[in-house]
């Protein structure tokens, strides 16, 4: 079994920088992708990034692109994603979850999930 933890997310005030984590644990896995989901009230479990733990080859959602980086430490099984110049539309639970299968983008493709982070911003 694979634990996910994410963790760094807390209210900002829009236009700052945030850094969610997300820890990996139990069974060890060699070659999976790595994704970032946010999911706002009322809305649908949205993707924003991905990497591949092996390769390090990122892929971004829309929403992403320009602002947010997502990174990983091997050595300490953690992935991160850096958001910068965030706006209250940024404002959701993100999720981090693995993806055994080479999926990127879609959810369903997700075997392992993390409970969330909870990301506020305030204008």
């Known amino acids: 079994q694979v634990r996910l933890v994410e963790s760094g997310g807390r209210l900002v005030q829009a236009g700052d920088s945030l850094r969610l984590s997300c820890a990996v644990s139990?069974?060890?896995?060699?070659?999976?992708?790595m994704g970032w989901f946010r999911q706002a009230p009322g809305k649908q479990r949205e993707f924003v990034a991905a990497?591949?733990?092996?390769?390090?080859?990122?892929w971004y959602g829309d929403a992403a692109k320009g602002r947010f980086t997502i990174a990983r430490d091997i050595a300490k099984n953690v992935g991160f994603l850096q958001m910068n110049r965030l706006t209250p539309e940024d404002a959701a639970t993100y999720y981090c979850?693995?993806?055994?299968?080479?999926?990127?983008?879609?959810?369903?493709?997700?075997?392992?999930w993390g409970r969330g982070t909870q990301v506020t911003v305030s204008s």
């Open positions: 990497i591949s733990w092996s390769s390090d080859s990122p």
């Open positions: 979850a693995i993806s055994l299968d080479g999926a990127i983008t879609a959810p369903s493709s997700y075997s392992y």
């Open positions: 139990g069974q060890t896995l060699s070659s999976f992708i």
